[in-house]
């Protein structure tokens, strides 16, 4: 049986994944997220044990392409996607770090953006069709996107970034790509860029021009994501055994991950959600009261910089509420529950420095800012709740050596560079710009679509 997916706005049709994947964001703005969410028996998810990450993800995401794809092709897309490292690195009882940034751009965002192109790709050579993904970054998904989808026949990436807010490392590893693949700097925020990309999608002028995204408002994004966590599980748990985890937060598409892993069935006791300095959602939290945070502020954590966090909206769908896209609340959701289940809080930079520093004078344990901060808000949870012997795990989402100059101040020396950023670093850029003004972006769309 096919499995739809419903806006969070819950005025558009539901759709298949083909078409949820392939439109980025539905008709009437909202996001698309499972209808219901497939269950994984206890079963199921002890066999993971034994299972490769590649038949891991496989096993968990049959369950959403079941009549979209067949099983082989699935599990050859799979294969070619998942030979990154995955590895957890115990640093003290059951602790571990769960070190994400083994990729080809050095992101947890490979892991999404690999699968996403292969996909994408099929679904597009069967249709014979091509298409144009637009992607705001604040750091780390541009790169991800860019690097996954370049000379993927049938597609073209446009990819906007904040100017001012992204390290060398990571813009470079987005801005030396060529053929079908664009990058524009915005003068502006990330919040800037993702609202410049919602309204090129709803923007009737451009509806000659199929768009998709790859940004986590991309449900595409968001399924891929929920593997890590089961394959975390199958390594560091018992059978049955309810984890922790501790996941640094922006945008929340890493995070929603984790619930979707929750909802289809693996025992989390508690999933921590630490920000940066913008704080509307740990406010929102503590309140009940959401005020979405405009102009973002920048911090260290610079893919964090996100004011309004745009799967906010899929959280609250899940707990029985309805936010549309703008952050206006038509519908609470269980705040009682979503307290039980979740915890936040926000990481200074101050904070977030100083535990850089903490972690590796008592662990030898090199964190950068995005783990950094997540490593502080499990410790702030630790001040709440006992782990009372289960398992936890910290994510650590980006590699140091994107952050030289905060590891050299905080250290007095620089992480080694993966090999693939060092090549990236000394190749030259070719970008656009433009002010963070939508109607000079559309006429910008318009013009490399003639």
């Not at 964001?25 to 002890?46: C, H, Q, V, W």
């Amino acid at each position: 049986m096919v499995l739809l997916f419903r806006s969070t706005n819950g005025k558009s049709p539901a759709v298949n994944l083909r078409d949820a994947f392939l439109h980025g964001i539905a008709p009437d703005g909202g996001l698309y997220f499972p209808e219901t969410f497939p269950r994984l028996s206890p079963d199921e998810i002890a066999a993971f044990a034994q299972l490769p990450y590649h038949e891991i993800a496989f096993r968990v995401l049959a369950h959403f392409t079941d009549g979209i794809i067949s099983d082989h092709d699935l599990a050859g897309i799979c294969r070619e996607a998942y030979h990154i490292p995955v590895p957890l690195e115990k640093v003290y009882g059951r602790v571990s770090v769960m070190r994400l940034d083994q990729g080809p751009t050095a992101s947890f965002k490979d892991f999404a953006a690999q699968f996403m192109a292969r996909l994408m790709g099929k679904f597009l050579r069967d249709e014979k069709r091509e298409i144009t993904i637009l992607t705001a970054t604040s750091g780390d998904t541009g790169a991800a996107v860019a690097h996954a989808f370049h000379n993927v026949p049938g597609i073209r990436v446009i990819v906007l970034f904040p100017i001012a807010e992204v390290s060398l490392s990571q813009r470079k590893l987005m801005t030396t790509l060529r053929e079908n693949i664009r990058t524009v700097a915005i003068d502006g925020k990330f919040d800037d860029c993702q609202a410049m990309v919602k309204c090129a999608f709803a923007d009737p002028a451009l509806k000659h021009i199929p768009l998709s995204s790859a940004n986590s408002i991309n449900i595409g994004r968001l399924l891929p994501q929920s593997v890590y966590y089961f394959y975390a599980a199958s390594r560091l748990a018992r059978a049955g055994e309810a984890m922790v985890f501790s996941v640094p937060s922006g945008n929340f598409g890493d995070m929603m991950g984790g619930i979707v892993a929750r909802e289809m069935g693996l025992p989390v006791r508690k999933i921590i959600v630490p920000v940066n300095e913008n704080d509307a959602f740990p406010k929102f939290l503590a309140s009940g009261s959401y005020q979405k945070i405009s102009p973002s502020r920048n911090s260290v954590s610079n893919a964090m910089n996100v004011g309004h966090p745009s799967n906010l909206s899929r959280l609250v769908a899940v707990y029985g509420g309805q936010m549309d896209e703008t952050g206006n609340i038509h519908r609470m959701p269980d705040l009682a529950a979503m307290r039980r289940d979740l915890f936040s809080s926000s990481i200074s930079d101050e904070r977030t420095r100083a535990t850089i520093k903490a972690v590796w004078d008592k662990h030898q344990l090199l964190l950068e800012p995005h783990g950094a901060v997540a490593w502080r808000g499990f410790e702030d949870w630790e001040q709440t709740e006992t782990l009372n012997g289960l398992p936890a795990v910290v994510l650590e989402t980006a590699n140091p050596a994107k952050f030289p100059e905060e590891i050299e101040k905080m250290m007095g020396w620089s992480p080694d560079i993966p090999a693939v950023m060092e090549a990236a670093l000394k190749l030259p850029e070719d970008f656009d710009q433009m002010d963070a003004d939508y109607e000079k972006f559309r006429a910008y769309l318009m013009r490399r679509h003639l």
